[in-house]
């Protein structure tokens, strides 16, 4: 958890010095979580990739490649 709210506090603060950067910009911090040991919660995941302008075509792909490297660094 520690490690969460340093992570956190961190993108907080790169988004607050990208917004005093570009005033004109909208800036969002989007976490794409894959859950508690590669268990991935596909809705959260797809609205997210949908959030980021990801094509609907491509976004299984992006979840399958995610799946994919889980795999990897279990084994």
């Known amino acids: 958890m520690v490690k969460n ?3 956190n506090e961190q993108h907080k603060s790169i988004i607050k010095e990208l917004k005093a950067a570009a005033l004109e910009w909208t800036f969002e911090q989007i976490n794409l979580v894959a859950g508690q040991r ?4 596909e809705d959260d995941f797809y609205n997210k990739l949908k959030r980021l302008s990801v094509q609907a075509g491509k976004r299984g792909k992006i979840l399958a490649a995610h799946a994919m490297c889980n795999a990897y660094a279990k084994a």
């Not at 590669?38 to 919660?41: I, K, L, S």
């Open 5 to 7: 709210d340093e992570a």
């Open 38 to 41: 590669g268990a991935v919660v």
